[in-house]
C-alpha cells in the first residue's frame, strides 16, 4: 500500500517574519482571539457528544490510533464522527464559512491544507473498514435536527428515543 501522504502536495507555514511596512498588521485583539480556539472539546463537540449520549450511543472520544484522531468514535458501529467547525474546515455554502480580510494568501493556504488533511484522513479511514461522519458547527445549533441528524447517519434501533418514547 503506497503512502496517501506522499501523494498529496505539501504545504509549508509562512514564516514568522517581523512587521514590514505596506503589510497588514494583526490587532492583538485577533491574536488573543485566534489563541482561544480549541482542538477538542469546542462547545459544539459537547453539544454532539450530548445528543448522541442521549440518544443511548455509547462512544470513545479522541482515538489516537485512528487517522485524524476523530471526535466521537462509534466502535460498534464502526463509525468515525468529526465535528468540524465551518470556518476552519470550510463549509461549503456556509455563512460562516468567512475568510479573513488580512494576510489572505496565508489564510487560503491554512485552509487548503485543512480540507486536504480532512479528505485523506477520510480516506485512510475507509481503508481501515470505517465509516467516517461530519457533524458541521452550524448544524449543532438546532438540539432537536441534530438528534434527528444524528439518528439518521448513526443508524440503529433508537427512533422511540428520538421520538420521546421510552425503550
Known amino acids: ?6 501523494l498529496l502536495p505539501t504545504f509549508e507555514t509562512p514564516e514568522i517574519r517581523p512587521y514590514r511596512p505596506g503589510e ?7 491574536s488573543a482571539l485566534m489563541a482561544r480556539v480549541r482542538g477538542a472539546n469546542t462547545k ?3 453539544i454532539v457528544r450530548r445528543a448522541a449520549h442521549a440518544l443511548g450511543y455509547r462512544f470513545r472520544l479522541h482515538r489516537r490510533d485512528l487517522p485524524g484522531s476523530p471526535d466521537l468514535v462509534f466502535p ?12 476552519w474546515h470550510r463549509h ?7 475568510t479573513p480580510k488580512t494576510r489572505t494568501l496565508f489564510w487560503s493556504t491554512k485552509f487548503e491544507a485543512n480540507v486536504r488533511r480532512d479528505q485523506r484522513v477520510v480516506a ?12 458541521w458547527e452550524c448544524e449543532t445549533i438546532n438540539p432537536e435536527k441534530l438528534r434527528v441528524e ?3 447517519r448513526l443508524g440503529s434501533s433508537r427512533l422511540s428515543r428520538i421520538k420521546g418514547g421510552n425503550h
Open 150 to 152: 444524528l439518528h439518521s
Open 24 to 30: 497588514p498588521t494583526v490587532s492583538s485583539a485577533r
Open 92 to 98: 461549503e455554502n456556509c455563512r460562516r464559512a468567512t
Open 1 to 6: 500500500m503506497k503512502n496517501s501522504e506522499s
Open 124 to 135: 485512510e479511514l475507509a481503508a481501515l473498514g470505517w465509516r467516517s461522519e461530519i457533524i
Open 76 to 87: 460498534r458501529l464502526r463509525v468515525a464522527l468529526f465535528v468540524h467547525g465551518c470556518f
Open 44 to 46: 459544539p463537540e459537547l
